[in-house]
């Protein structure tokens, strides 16, 4: 039996977020706004912190099972549920709705702002022209369907189910892209192996030169723990493998640039390089006099590696910006507002996508790994270097061109043979274990949203055996 009411009969409190500014140093409790919520779900780690004194701090702290909502702009209806361990507050474009535990579980009432219902409510709410959104009233009229309790919980049960394993592919492919980062930070930028095989040839520290001396010690100190650690047990021994360690030198030579390497100081043999260097810009023109129907690629409709959509498009209609055609291996990054992530490596037979002409299509150079250069482009120091440089730019927007991709420099030995060592036994394996996880998302996100508007409307109906099922301890 089932039973609809308004989610703001459901709600002990119903308030609107602190204004503040977001600082990325922790002067306080973490401040969620509408950019930090994405298809439901946030990445505490990336969330900024804020100022609060303790007075709005008390009003404004999220506690378990609060259900915060965008309420303006295209992110209008977008929601979370707070279920973090982290003290945090929400911001001014966002509603708190805390429902009554006792009404109802939240957790269920949250899953109903995951449908399709929900969506087609908001869409029908919204009002305004120039930034459309919908008020705490307003969505507060959101009828809310509540079957008894205990069938609420094991709906609960079942959906979050989905929910922890599409969560739990996410922080690995975190994981493997952090263990990447790292690995191509220590080779590529700290040149651990090169002090390592500098202090392992007799090397004292002092005899560095003196901008290496700091960074020598360090590394001695790191090797010395690491030795102790597996002395003890408390490590395995994974020395880097003899014949990658002898591609990296034992010595450093000096440029011209103090910018370079560490104070100017690079591995003997190397040599400065940049993205632009490594990968063309194409731009050939897709020909959509020759087809009824293509799939279009927006900036919007890529984001940190997704492709968020496969849907055909008559060609008739479409934006003029809808001219590039792109290829297997292609890289596409976004002109506007880098760090919003707007790129994807395409990785299939792409004869039937057009894309836009405010996404960059990159061509890794011959003999260059396609995957080298998507991987530099992706992390987080360089997205943050060409969006600052974007911001310096005049324009409408934070913009860059492919000339920005010159200022994106690396240190590489003249050789392929490390960075090929590299790109076949690291990237690759991390960008097909990414690839098959975000797969698997995708396919678990379609079965829990066909399977939770049928358990909430009662069309499918749990068995009893679930249902009476005990909860264990």
């Known amino acids: 039996m089932s039973n609809s009411i308004k989610l703001s009969e459901l709600c002990s409190d119903i308030s609107y977020g602190y204004t503040a500014s977001a600082d990325s140093e922790e002067v306080g409790p973490k401040f969620l706004r509408i950019t930090d919520i994405q298809g439901g779900v946030v990445n505490w780690e990336d969330v900024p912190f804020c100022k609060i004194d303790s007075k709005n701090l008390e009003k404004n702290l999220l506690r378990k099972g609060d259900i915060v909502v965008a309420r303006t702009g295209n992110s209008t209806g977008e ?110 930028v700290d040149f651990d192996p090169v002090f390592d095989n500098a202090l392992s040839s007799g090397l004292a520290v002092n005899d560095f030169p003196e901008a290496l001396q700091k960074k020598a010690l360090s590394r001695q100190q790191q ?8 002395a003890t047990g408390e490590l ?76 055909f498009s008559p060609t008739e209609g479409l934006p003029g910006q809808a001219k590039k055609s792109i290829s ?22 792409a004869k039937e996508y057009v894309v836009s002409t405010k996404l960059m299509v990159l061509r890794a150079k011959e003999g260059i790994s396609s995957l080298l250069p998507y991987f530099i482009l992706t992390q987080d120091k360089v997205v943050n270097e060409l969006q600052h440089v974007a911001e310096h730019r005049s324009g409408t927007f934070p913009q860059i061109t492919f000339k920005e991709l010159q200022k994106i420099q690396m240190v590489f030995p003249e050789s392929s043979e490390l960075q090929d060592y590299f790109v076949e036994q690291h990237l690759k394996q991390i ?42 301890a």
């Open 79 to 188: 929601n979370y549920i707070f279920d973090s361990e982290y003290d945090a507050v929400f911001a001014s474009y966002l509603i708190r709705f805390r429902v009554n535990p006792e009404l109802a579980n939240p957790y269920f009432v949250w899953l109903q702002m995951r449908t399709q219902t929900w969506c087609s409510f908001v869409s029908g709410s919204k009002s305004g022209s120039a930034q459309a959104g919908a008020n705490a009233k307003v969505l507060g009229l959101f009828e809310v369907e509540l079957p008894e309790r205990h069938i609420q919980d094991k709906i609960v049960d079942i959906v979050f189910d989905y929910f922890n394993k599409i969560e739990l592919n996410r922080q690995t492919n975190q994981t493997l892209e952090q263990i990447a980062q790292a690995l191509f930070k220590s080779w590529f």
């Open 223 to 230: 090797r010395q723990q690491v030795q102790q650690s597996i």
């Open 236 to 311: 395995e021994a994974k020395p880097l493998p003899e014949d990658i360690s002898q591609l990296f030198p034992s010595e450093f030579e000096q440029t011209d640039e103090p910018s370079i390497g560490i104070n100017g100081w690079i591995p003997k043999g190397w040599q400065t390089n940049t993205l632009h260097n490594m990968v063309d810009t194409i731009s050939d023109t897709y020909k959509l006099k020759e087809v009824d129907e293509v799939i279009f690629l927006n900036t919007g409709d890529i984001e940190n590696g997704k492709f968020l959509h496969n849907d």
């Open 328 to 349: 297997k291996g292609d890289i596409l990054y976004s002109e506007i507002r880098p760090k919003n992530k707007r790129f994807a490596f395409v990785n299939f037979d």
């Open 431 to 472: 960008f097909n274990k990414r690839l098959a996880s975000i797969e698997q998302s995708e396919q678990l996100e379609k079965l829990r949203d066909t399977l939770l508007p049928k358990l909430i409307s009662g069309e499918l109906q749990l068995p009893a055996e679930i249902i009476n099922a005990e909860v264990p």
